[in-house]
């Protein structure tokens, strides 16, 4: 029998649901190639595009791993509202704007201090001491590996053993929400974020400053890649609080990017949020945001901008295959 007239029996037997999943992931996988393609005629570029793909999919999948991990072990959760209340959005939100207006103060206050490496170390060391606290059952081990690589870290000045670290920690916050949390909250946190992100960039231009203090540092707050090392004065991607709109600034000059680990970490929250409801569209939700993260990058190599907000255009995505999903069930 011919085979595409078997794929044809087969798909009117399976329901109206599946049937759309199956449609939905065929264009993704052709928004895939059509992306591929794209990254190959980019020039030298492609190859820090390349590295945000593989980055973003190495953390969904140790996301992926750590969330079947807590589901096998029936992990319990303590949440400080029910997991689907909006109380956890607003909690959230409130906690990450409040901690971001202290710590301008403080770092304008404390110019002389390396401050944000302070507190890189201190969140560094914890996080990773959350993480291996998982698989051990005695404290020593956790806190001795947890030092092991923050050492090594520091001694070695890697930058691909912080991204490494920052892959890690993305992934456990990633499982650890989706774990946790109902999907509403966290997807309502990412728009609020989104909207502040496009704000702190574009207006206030807080976000500016704030990237300032954490590039060339080593901190975990920022995720490097390309060829940041040619020229020290190039590695600021955010240098001035001018209007971004007015810098002269030529793109085909960039030879490196400086992301923010909040640009993996909150979009993989809502990711997983929507993985422990439907783990299909969860993934097709991941490559929706990675080509929207992409394309972000894509406009910052060939627009004429010092810096772009990532979650803007990661929150349109998953907002359409969001969409997608509530059509799906409710047919």
């Given at each position: 029998m011919n085979p595409e007239l078997?794929?044809?029996?087969?798909?009117?037997?399976?329901s109206p649901l599946n049937r759309m999943i199956l449609c939905v992931a065929r264009v993704l996988t052709r928004l895939i190639y059509i992306f591929f393609i794209l990254i190959l005629f980019m020039g030298p570029r492609n190859k820090i595009m390349l590295q945000v793909f593989l980055s973003y999919l190495l953390s969904f999948l140790i996301s992926v791993w750590l969330f079947l991990l807590l589901k096998a072990s029936n992990v319990t959760v303590e949440t400080i509202a029910p997991a689907n209340s909006i109380w956890?959005?607003?909690y959230f939100f409130v906690v990450i704007i409040v901690e971001t207006i202290i710590l301008i103060i403080l770092l304008k206050l404390f110019?002389?201090?390396?401050?944000?490496?302070?507190?890189?170390?201190?969140?560094?060391?914890?996080?990773?001491?959350?993480?291996?606290?998982?698989?051990?059952?005695?404290?020593?081990?956790?806190?001795?590996?947890?030092?092991?690589?923050?050492a090594i870290k520091e001694i070695t000045k890697s930058m691909w053993l912080?991204?490494?670290?920052v892959f890690l920690v993305v992934g456990f916050f990633g499982a650890y929400i989706g774990y946790s949390f109902g999907l509403f909250p966290v997807f309502l946190l990412l728009v609020l974020i989104a909207i502040y992100d496009y704000i702190a960039?574009?207006?206030?231009k807080h976000m500016v400053f704030l990237a300032n203090q954490v590039i060339d540092k080593n901190t975990l707050f920022v995720m490097d890649y390309g060829?940041?090392?040619?020229?020290?004065?190039?590695?600021?991607?955010?240098?001035?609080?001018?209007?971004?709109?007015?810098?002269n600034i030529d793109p085909s000059k960039r030879n490196h990017l400086h992301l923010g680990t909040g640009?993996?970490?909150?979009?993989?929250?809502t990711i997983m949020s929507l993985f422990a409801m439907n783990w299909i569209f969860g993934i097709i939700a991941f490559v929706a945001c990675l080509i929207s993260l992409e394309l972000t990058i894509y406009l910052l190599f060939?627009?004429?901008?010092?810096?772009?907000?990532a979650i803007p255009l990661q929150a349109i995505g998953f907002c359409i295959i969001l969409l997608i999903y509530y059509l799906c069930v409710s047919l």
């Amino acid at each position: 029998m011919n085979p595409e007239l078997i794929v044809i029996w087969q798909l009117k037997r399976i329901s109206p649901l599946n049937r759309m999943i199956l449609c939905v992931a065929r264009v993704l996988t052709r928004l895939i190639y059509i992306f591929f393609i794209l990254i190959l005629f980019m020039g030298p570029r492609n190859k820090i595009m390349l590295q945000v793909f593989l980055s973003y999919l190495l953390s969904f999948l140790i996301s992926v791993w750590l969330f079947l991990l807590l589901k096998a072990s029936n992990v319990t959760v303590e949440t400080i509202a029910p997991a689907n209340s909006i109380w956890n959005t607003v909690y959230f939100f409130v906690v990450i704007i409040v901690e971001t207006i202290i710590l301008i103060i403080l770092l304008k206050l404390f110019k002389k201090f390396n401050l944000m490496k302070g507190i890189d170390l201190f969140i560094s060391f914890f996080a990773l001491f959350g993480i291996f606290s998982i698989f051990f059952e005695y404290i020593i081990w956790p806190l001795f590996i947890s030092f092991l690589i923050i050492a090594i870290k520091e001694i070695t000045k890697s930058m691909w053993l912080k991204n490494a670290i920052v892959f890690l920690v993305v992934g456990f916050f990633g499982a650890y929400i989706g774990y946790s949390f109902g999907l509403f909250p966290v997807f309502l946190l990412l728009v609020l974020i989104a909207i502040y992100d496009y704000i702190a960039v574009f207006k206030t231009k807080h976000m500016v400053f704030l990237a300032n203090q954490v590039i060339d540092k080593n901190t975990l707050f920022v995720m490097d890649y390309g060829n940041i090392n040619t020229n020290k004065n190039a590695q600021k991607l955010t240098q001035e609080s001018k209007p971004i709109e007015n810098k002269n600034i030529d793109p085909s000059k960039r030879n490196h990017l400086h992301l923010g680990t909040g640009d993996f970490a909150l979009p993989l929250m809502t990711i997983m949020s929507l993985f422990a409801m439907n783990w299909i569209f969860g993934i097709i939700a991941f490559v929706a945001c990675l080509i929207s993260l992409e394309l972000t990058i894509y406009l910052l190599f060939t627009k004429k901008h010092l810096a772009l907000p990532a979650i803007p255009l990661q929150a349109i995505g998953f907002c359409i295959i969001l969409l997608i999903y509530y059509l799906c069930v409710s047919l």
